[in-house]
């Protein structure tokens, strides 16, 4: 099997150390560029099974704002995340909304639920 070299950016923590990845298939062979221990194993994590928290917002019937911005409550597959833009572009939920409620449970069979990230009160209902 090939060796490659890949270039990716650790988001581990807040430094964003540029990595060099040497990898061959899936096994990360050298990694270079982390300025710590966390960019090793970010750099694993994203070459044999990449993830993203997903973050949008979701259509709001009758609310005092058209949108309420949702999230994924775990990281999904990279993969799957066009998969998971279109099943949530489909939405409208009716307000109010509450902060942690379940928008959408088990999003495209990933096990995850995506939630409300603030509360929304309904046109109706006073601040």
């Known amino acids: 099997m090939e060796e490659r070299v890949l270039s990716m950016i650790c988001v581990s923590c807040p430094v964003g150390c540029d990595l060099r990845v040497r990898v061959q298939g899936k096994k990360v062979l050298d990694v270079e560029g982390h300025s710590c221990p966390r960019g090793i ?14 973050a949008t917002t979701v259509r709001v019937s009758g609310g005092k704002l058209p949108v309420c911005p949702v999230r994924s409550r775990q990281a999904v597959p990279k993969e799957r995340l066009f998969d998971i833009s279109k099943e949530v572009a489909r939405l409208v939920v009716p307000a109010p909304v509450d902060i942690g409620q379940v928008i959408l449970p088990d999003v495209c069979g990933t096990g995850v639920d995506i939630v409300a990230t603030r509360d929304l009160k309904a046109k109706e209902e006073s601040a």
């Open 41 to 54: 194993d970010f750099a694993e994590a994203e070459v044999a099974n990449p993830t993203r928290v997903f």
